[in-house]
T-cell receptor, first 114, second 111 residues
């Protein structure tokens, strides 16, 4: 069974601070995705990282895929209250009947205080 | 709105009753997934369709759960003889390639 461990589970910070969320697995995934979820809504895809060592930036968000494609991180610079939400990493199944199937971490609940 | 839609958004039912949820995917997507999410946790995979074929089912999907996708369009997820442990958010996602787009979910509360 492929598992993803996310840390920290909870993060409460002040506006303007930086933060990093980690996602680790003992298994290799073909790619890894990060989602953000608001209360009462479905997850919304932020980014997909595919290549080991890959770094992608989305405004103040920086995503990195580990060289061995087993871990990933999400770094937010100068957090804003609008960044508040549940952040989820998900490993993507590669082939056969598991094609596209997502295995999620338990999520990080981020609260940014004004 | 051309996103994934789910109906109903909320369902409260008594233990032992049957419930059915519907998911309408994005029209050009041939893959459809169901996930279950409990409070404070990430979604857990339940089952997956490619067109009308159900290709994989999680062991979380007990005999009380059944999913269909007739004609490869909308999908239904039925839970028979609901139990309190079935209370959760049921999420549907559709996709092609590696990207999935989630619906808003159906929040089920079993009393």
């Amino acid at each position: 069974t492929q598992l993803l461990e996310q840390s920290p589970q909870f993060l409460s910070i002040q506006e303007g601070e930086n933060l990093t969320v980690y996602c680790n697995s003992s298994s290799v995934f073909s790619s890894l995705q990060w989602y953000r979820q608001e209360p009462g809504e479905g997850p919304v895809l932020l980014v997909t990282v595919v290549t080991g060592g890959e770094v992608k930036k989305l405004k103040r968000l920086t995503f990195q895929f580990g060289d061995a494609r087993k871990d990933s991180s999400l770094h937010i610079t100068a957090a804003q209250p609008g960044d508040t939400g549940l952040y989820l990493c998900a490993g993507v199944g590669a082939g056969g009947t598991s094609y596209g199937k997502l295995t999620f971490g338990q999520g990080t609940i981020l609260t940014v205080h004004p | 709105d051309t996103g994934v839609s789910q109906d109903p958004r909320h369902k409260i039912t008594k233990r032992g009753q049957n419930v059915t949820f519907r998911c309408d995917p994005i029209s050009e997507h041939n893959r459809l997934y169901w996930y279950r999410q409990t409070l404070g946790q990430g979604p857990e995979f339940l089952t997956y369709f490619q067109n009308e074929a159900q290709l994989e089912k999680s062991r979380l999907l007990s005999d009380r759960f059944s999913a269909e996708r007739p004609k490869g369009s909308f999908s239904t997820l039925e839970i028979q003889r609901t139990e309190q442990g079935d209370s959760a958010m049921y999420l549907c996602a559709s996709g092609k390639d590696y990207e999935q787009y989630f619906g808003p979910g159906t929040r089920l509360t079993v009393t």
